[in-house]
């Protein structure tokens, strides 16, 4: 199973960038899965997650400017990151969490860079 990420790249503040993330090979029984972003020096933090049955959750600093999405039968999940900021910043990571065949599971994707100049 791999989490393939895209859509970061170099943006100016208060531009817009859209990653998106699916999961491929043979997996079901996806949860939840989120974005979380890891800038240097600092420790990993959840971004934001959206559950199987749509709910979604957002850490403070990203309400109102980041948008989650997902498709649970194409195992795709997408962020519409709105109004960056430099404090954007970081690698983004894909994560997706289920069950299957009885056992958890817990996948990253490879990471995909967020610069934000200012």
């Known amino acids: 199973v791999q989490l393939q990420a895209s859509g970061g790249g170099l943006v100016q503040a208060g531009g817009s960038l859209r990653l998106s993330c699916v999961a491929r090979?043979?997996?079901?029984?996806?949860?939840?899965m989120g974005w979380y972003r890891q800038a240097p020096g600092k420790q990993r933090e959840l971004v934001a997650l959206i559950t199987s049955e749509g709910s979604t959750n957002y850490v403070d600093s990203v309400k109102g400017r980041f948008t989650i999405s997902g498709d649970n039968a194409k195992k795709r999940v997408d962020l519409e990151m709105n109004s960056l900021k430099p404090e954007d910043t970081a690698v983004y990571y894909c994560n997706a969490k289920g069950k299957m065949y009885y056992r958890e599971f817990d996948y990253w994707g490879q990471g995909t860079q967020v610069t934000v100049s200012s």
């Open positions: 090979g043979s997996i079901f029984g996806i949860n939840v």
